[in-house]
């Protein structure tokens, strides 16, 4: 981790990071006094029936943000777009007036102690202050005051969570039911009744078509398209990549987004000023693969969030390193019947022979009780007198993958519900329709058991504890009845300073 912070790119991806993640999260700032005119809240909201300032909060988003930034490292430019940073914020404040109510105190002795033996402050294993106090002015841009409090707050909440589950037990019966549940498998013979048999049979006239369409116009929605141009630095695939060329690739691009960025050249001009070549994607749409750049999140969402002539600031791949611009957007429209014909088609024909489908597989259910009640046939035996084909299924537990059929919750809820022999009703799956019947069961190992139970133990007794805090957390969060005038100020499409 301290390799990567001193890296110059680095730090700038996690400043570029922490700038993206501050100024969005504080809609109301503007300048001062009118942010506190034409009526608008005087407060960041309230807990518990109590004001929460603007300044409270803030401290709060930055000590959330702060957190994330320990816990994630170097991944922190990649994780914090998924941040849900407002209501952690808040969640963070309730759990501290709650941590306050049952006077939970940290000493400055913990804090130190802890603050100590993080190794992200440590030189050779132990506490360097240059490199702490350099970090907190470079990375976390906070004073050892306000940084040693927010690890207070941190550590108080903690302990808060270490109360409300310290009591949380397994008993043997729970620890042996939930191995059973998760480790006996169960084996079955199926009939699958496909759609695709019936398709041939379906013929649609173009009225039908267009009433579908005016029912479903909706999933035949147009998604935005977007345009680029992209300057790109990739990653050599055919040579092992050193260190050392990864580090001048992204010097060089961070040269190049510096430049552009500070306006000392255009895109057009950074790319002839470092030699690179200048690519255009065409217009693609989101989850779309383009060209070389293949199948990128952090490339999409970049081109789809910034605006027609926006630049982008470095976009890291795994192939390498990105700098985008927005050429063109095309907006998100409902399409005409005439211009997406044969999609609206192929979806009426697939409604219509799944139906057909799930009828047919009725019948069969029907004809195959029928004979084993009056022909004393097998499921097997029955299905196959009706030129149907009976599959088996490999061994497979209540939540397990099954080959031929995927991911089928209610497959296998349907089979251990079953005894042996034991024929289910119409199960439906992703491809088409199962009638199944159980051929048995396979109990746990008991040696097996006894050889895994204590590290069974501790990974249950762990989720256990994450759902009672989970459950806990939420009658918390309800009790204290948030009023959140941040949420209230951003739809108004205010704006605010970073602190």
């Known amino acids: ?10 730090i700038k991806k996690i400043m570029w990071a922490l700038a993206a993640i501050i100024v969005p999260a504080f809609v109301l700032w503007g300048a001062g006094s009118s942010i506190r005119s034409g009526g608008a809240p005087k407060y960041a909201g309230r807990i518990f029936g109590k004001k929460v300032s603007f300044s409270q909060y803030q401290a709060s988003l930055r000590a959330f943000r702060n957190q994330a930034l320990l816990i994630y490292g170097e991944e922190f430019s990649r994780v914090a777009e998924f941040l849900d940073l407002e209501k952690e914020a808040w969640v963070r404040l309730i759990l501290l007036y709650q941590a306050k109510k049952e006077k939970i ?38 004073s050892p005051r306000e940084f040693e409090e927010e690890i207070r707050e941190a550590l108080m909440i903690e302990e808060l969570k270490n109360k409300v589950i310290g009591k949380i037990s397994l008993t043997d019966e729970e620890i042996e039911n939930v191995y059973k549940n998760e480790n006996e498998k169960a084996s079955v013979s199926y009939v699958l009744i496909g759609p695709e048999k019936f398709q041939d049979q379906i013929h649609l006239s173009h009225e039908e078509l267009e009433d579908y369409h005016i029912i479903h116009r909706s999933e035949f929605k147009k998604p935005e398209q977007v345009n680029v141009q992209y300057i790109s630095l990739y990653f050599n695939e055919e040579e092992p990549l050193q260190d050392e060329l990864k580090v001048a690739l992204e010097d060089k691009i961070w040269q190049i987004s510096d430049d552009i960025q500070d306006g000392v050249v255009s895109f057009e ?15 693609f749409a989101p989850q779309e693969a383009i060209g070389d750049i293949g199948l990128s999140y952090e490339f999409l969402n970049a081109a789809f969030s910034l605006k027609v002539g926006q630049v982008s600031k470095v976009i890291e791949t795994s192939k390498g390193y990105l700098i985008i611009k927005v050429q063109e957007k095309k907006e998100a429209y409902l399409a005409e019947l005439e211009e997406i014909k044969d999609k609206v088609e192929q979806a009426l024909i697939e409604q219509r022979s799944k139906a057909l489908a799930k ?29 149907l084909t009976v599959q088996e299924t490999e061994e497979f537990t209540r939540s397990g993958y ?42 746990i190992e ?33 009790q204290a009845k948030l009023i959140n005038n941040i949420a209230k100020l951003s739809a108004k499409g205010g704006k605010q300073q970073s602190p």
């Open 105 to 142: 105190k940290v000493s400055n002795k913990e804090v130190i102690a802890f603050i100590q033996n993080l190794p992200l402050f440590q030189k050779g294993d132990l506490f360097d202050q240059g490199r702490y106090s350099t970090l907190l002015d470079y990375a976390f841009r906070v």
């Open 446 to 478: 008991e040696e097996k058991f006894i050889e895994e139970r204590e590290d069974f133990t501790k990974a249950l007794l762990v989720r256990k504890k994450d759902i009672y805090y989970r459950i806990w957390l939420g009658k918390l969060e309800k």
């Open 359 to 387: 009828d047919e597989a009725k019948n069969v259910l029907f004809q195959v009780k029928k004979m084993i009640d009056e022909e004393n046939l097998s499921f097997s035996k029955a299905v196959e007198k009706l030129n």
């Open 269 to 283: 001009e950074a790319a002839k000023k470092y030699e690179v070549q200048v690519k255009e994607t065409g217009f």
């Open 402 to 443: 099954i080959s031929g059929i995927g991911q089928a919750p209610g497959f296998n809820q349907a089979a251990f519900g079953l005894e042996s022999g034991e024929m289910s009703e119409v199960i439906a799956v992703a491809g088409g329709y199962c009638i199944l019947s159980l051929k048995g069961i396979t109990p």
């Open 1 to 10: 981790m301290l390799q990567f912070l001193r890296r110059k790119g680095t």
